[in-house]
């Protein structure tokens, strides 16, 4: 059809990826002057100007694949360097995990355990300060819950307070900082066909907002996921082992990678690897011994539910406690079919993994995709791109919630977000992820 063709001819066009990271930079730009005067555009307009941006610029280079010019890609790449650090100053602007980031890293400097005691605790009361926006613990969310982050997690945020001292903008440059050497390098290790689903990782509204900007711990994670699985690709293993072994530490998500990382290998090659792991994890857990380093996990797990389609659905018609029960063996039933379909490619299993659980979690939170996003190079997901961009979505409840702290999902906006995820995902399962772009 004529209007069809046309529409493939314009999406081919390099000035509509031009348009794509102009909208992206505005939508960044405006982000930073909100800000500075309150006045200015909502931070959920920007997220929404940022996803149609990245979603233009998505388009024409899945078009393209390893068509797009050489120009193009340097445009791309000079895009996503400006776009980021354009995320040093802005922090808090969709979610408030950050204070208990400080408030756990504030204990630690003071020889506190953050496992064995709530923040309400009045024996802290000592330990109160103001981050120069808010104090704490006075005003620190689920202040009757002890921490739900894992040790490694409490040793980097320790290192960010120790250096940073209590003060919120001093605090997130720091953590971005460290999440910014993680990234380079994940860009250093990075072959030349992997650089543009990098490229396309990095512009992201996902890893811009909620890996960068408000500086959530699931990006330092995944970077350190990714450069585990680059160090495996290059065969060091001892490295690749320790690096899994931080992530894991931090947060246990990536525990699901490690069968991926001795996919391959020779016993003594495994034996390497894993016991490399074993090491970093054992110095991390070491300083909490005695603790409960479980925290007040538990009760997340099995009580918090926000942002997921498929549980609100099944749970209008049945109890909590049995919508959970379902959505387990629905997790476990897709993740199983995905490793046996896709076995003999690792990574399309793990990643397919890692969107049964997204979408299958009572809590959906925009930053659990960020692993997902950054294995786009190794298994570009359509239900990964696809939730990229409808997961903006997800900002109409954040403004209802910020208008009048009442948090109000709304099923209209919930089915936007994940019908067309889950057509996505049932596509990524049966076919496999799309072709790498050296692959067309």
């Not at 690897?273 to 300083?287: R, T």
Request: with cysteine.
């Amino acid at each position: 059809m004529p209007v069809t063709r046309s529409l493939r001819r314009l999406l081919d066009s390099p000035s509509v990826a031009s348009v794509g990271l102009f909208v992206v930079i505005a939508g960044v730009v405006l982000l930073n002057a909100g800000t500075i005067d309150r006045s200015l555009l909502d931070s959920v307009y920007c997220w929404w100007i940022i996803a149609v941006g990245w979603s233009i610029f998505a388009l024409h280079l899945l078009r393209v694949r390893m068509n797009a010019s050489r120009a193009l890609m340097r445009r791309s790449a000079i895009a996503v360097a400006v776009v980021t650090s354009m995320t040093m100053l802005p922090y808090g602007q969709f979610s408030d995990d950050m204070l208990r980031y400080q408030w756990d890293g504030n204990l630690s400097v003071h020889s506190v355990s953050p496992y064995q005691t709530v923040p309400v605790d009045p024996a802290l009361a000592r330990l109160a300060f103001s981050n120069g926006d808010v104090s704490l613990p006075t005003e620190l969310p689920y202040a009757d819950m002890r921490t739900v982050y894992p040790p490694g997690a409490q040793v980097v945020f320790a290192l960010t307070s120790g250096v940073s001292g209590g003060d919120a903008q001093r605090w997130k440059f720091t953590f971005w900082f460290l999440c910014l050497l993680a990234a380079g390098g994940v860009w250093l290790l990075s072959t030349h066909d992997q650089r543009p689903w990098l490229i396309l990782a990095g512009l992201s509204p996902i890893v811009l907002l909620h890996g960068w900007v408000d500086v959530h711990l699931d990006l330092l994670m995944a970077l350190l996921t990714v450069i585990a699985i680059q160090l495996r690709s290059d065969n060091k293993l001892i490295s690749a082992g320790g690096i899994i072994g931080l992530a894991i530490s931090i947060k246990y998500l990536p525990v699901l990678f490690v069968p991926v990382l001795c996919f391959g290998l020779h016993p003594r090659q495994m034996a390497v690897l894993l016991c490399s792991a074993a090491v970093v994890i054992a110095a991390v857990f070491a300083p909490f011994i005695g603790d409960n380093v479980m925290g007040s996990l538990g009760v997340f797990t099995s009580s918090w539910q926000a942002n997921s389609g498929v549980y609100t659905l099944i749970a209008s018609a049945l109890e909590p406690p049995a919508t959970r029960i379902i959505l387990l063996v629905l997790f476990v039933t897709a993740s199983a079919l995905a490793v046996l379909r896709h076995y003999s490619r690792p990574y399309h299993a793990v990643a397919l993994v890692l969107m049964s659980l997204a979408v299958f979690s009572p809590v959906v939170h925009p930053w659990y995709l960020i692993p997902s996003v950054l294995l786009l190079p190794w298994a570009p997901l359509r239900s990964t791109l696809v939730w990229s961009a409808t997961m903006a979505f997800y900002g109409i409840v954040l403004q209802t919630y910020k208008s009048n702290g009442v948090w109000t999902e709304h099923p209209v906006a919930l089915a936007l977000e994940f019908v067309p995820v889950v057509i996505a995902y049932i596509i990524d399962v049966r076919r496999g992820p799309l072709p790498l772009m050296d692959q067309k």
